[in-house]
């Protein structure tokens, strides 16, 4: 879904590198969201943010920031990358100005990244 | 939904059968429901979702089945074809903004 974009697709980089995942959509939506996800896990969320001002970590955020510069930019940052930071990241946004508390969740492509 | 390691339970079926995908989920409280259908090299795709006031719920192909007595969640996918191959999970929602998602079955069609 090109709604939400996400770049690098790939990235290869080497421990103590500052990375930086960039992640845009042109849904609309006033929330975002950074997830890894490993082998054999679920999605796990790194962080999460409500609007531009809102930032809220999640249940993984040691070793990454974030920033939301724009409505529709999200970034995540891994200050000092180390290998058990590779994994795949995926943006999602969501729907809140609704009202509804029933509201799915639409991904990006993600981004694969390896921390030799 | 339940970890189940580095390797992901596979179903596979023959095309034009039918599929049955479980997930066992862990908050009782949980309302919302939601399946998820992953390419490889994809994000997550909203597949269907349903309340928890909900037992049942059809979209096109696909029937979510929630059975609250055991916490359990099926998906079936008629007629299976072979774009249904992906990864499957569950997600359920604990609270307006998180969610906990499973670890996902491999579907593969045979032709």
């Known amino acids: 879904d090109a709604d939400v974009t996400q770049t690098p697709r790939n990235r290869i980089t080497k421990t103590g590198k500052r990375i930086m995942l960039e992640c845009s959509q042109t849904?609309?939506?006033?929330?975002m969201y950074w997830y890894r996800q490993d082998p054999g896990l679920g999605l796990r969320l790194i962080y999460y943010s409500f609007d531009v001002k809102d930032i809220n970590k999640g249940e993984i955020s040691d070793g990454y920031s974030v920033s939301r510069q724009a409505q529709a930019k999200f970034s995540l940052s891994l200050e000092s990358a180390i290998p058990n930071q590779t994994a795949l990241y995926f943006c999602?946004?969501?729907?809140?100005?609704?009202?509804?508390?029933?509201?799915?969740?639409?991904f990006g492509p993600g981004t694969r990244l390896t921390v030799l | 939904g339940e970890s189940v390691g580095l390797h992901l339970p596979t179903l596979s079926v023959q095309e034009g059968d039918n599929s049955i995908i479980n997930c066992a989920y862990s908050n009782s409280a949980s309302d919302y429901f939601i399946w998820y259908k992953q390419e490889s090299g994809k994000g997550p795709q909203f597949i269907i979702d349903i309340r928890s006031n909900m037992d049942k719920r059809q979209g096109q192909r696909v029937t979510v089945l929630l059975n609250k007595t055991v916490k359990h969640l099926s998906l079936q996918i008629a007629a299976t074809q072979p774009g249904d191959s992906a990864v499957y999970f569950c997600?359920?929602?604990?609270?307006?903004?998180?969610?906990?998602f499973g670890t996902g079955t491999r579907l593969k069609v045979l032709a």
């Open positions: 999602a946004t969501s729907d809140q100005t609704s009202g509804s508390i029933y509201n799915e969740q639409f």
């Open positions: 997600a359920e929602n604990i609270a307006t903004y998180k969610y906990i």
């Open positions: 849904k609309g939506h006033d929330r």
